[in-house]
């Protein structure tokens, strides 16, 4: 059985990136540039994140070996976000999901990320606001025993689009030179070159350090990457 996203439209407009400003004290790993404004074009993003129900049909339709993470007990709820997921794997999907139903399913590239995750509040910290994240994201839990929420278990944003931060990670289809002017990739836990970083944004059920769940902030990691926390949301071209 194909599930496909319940989808909200995003409509075409600019989008000011990068605000508020990175603080000289921020204790993270990218800094961001400000102040740069992109034309986003009309297009659809999915509600949630893809869940393990989803991606577990993609795999039973085309015998696609997942991640090892698919199988712990902690992320295995069909209701839990997929984790575990490379940019390769979660493209897989995307193409997959695209060619079954004719739909132009993809990843959304690193504005389109951005542009929904704010839900119409421009230069504030959270797609929520400015108030701290505590009850409004699932972040800061044990890395060996932790596991994202059920997708919807927080609020949504003005979109209506929920977890667009905590929970997972989630993959853009844009490479982290091409989105980022101050700051170079340095992530090769898988010994790629650093060029090939694909980047991801919205911060995970590990992390730990609220900044790093800014809509601001944009994180970077090779493309075969697997992880528990990473994973993915769906955007389809209109």
Known sequence: MIIEPELFIVESGPVTLGLPACAESAKIQHRWSTGITAQVPRFSIARYAVTMREFTEFISATGYSGPPELEEE?????????????????????????????????????????????????????????????????????????????????????????????????????????????????????NRPASENRVLRGGSFMTEDPAYLWCAYRHEDPPDLRHACLGMRLVMSL
């Not at 929520?128 to 505590?134: F, M, R, S």
């Not at 929920?162 to 340095?186: F, R």
């Open 74 to 190: 902690r992320f295995k709820a069909p209701d839990q976000p997929a984790v575990g997921l490379s940019w390769n794997d979660a493209d897989a999907y995307a193409r997959w999901l695209a060619g079954a139903t004719g739909k132009p399913y993809r990843l959304p590239s690193d504005a389109e990320w951005e542009k929904a995750a704010r839900g119409g509040l421009n230069g504030r910290l959270y797609p929520w606001g400015d108030d701290p994240p505590t009850g409004r994201a699932c972040y800061g839990l044990n890395k060996e025993k932790g596991h994202p929420r059920p997708v919807g278990s927080f609020a949504p944003n003005g979109y209506g689009l929920y977890d667009m931060v905590g929970n997972i990670w989630q993959w853009c289809s844009d490479l982290y030179t091409e989105t980022s002017a101050i700051d170079k990739p340095v992530n090769t836990p898988t």
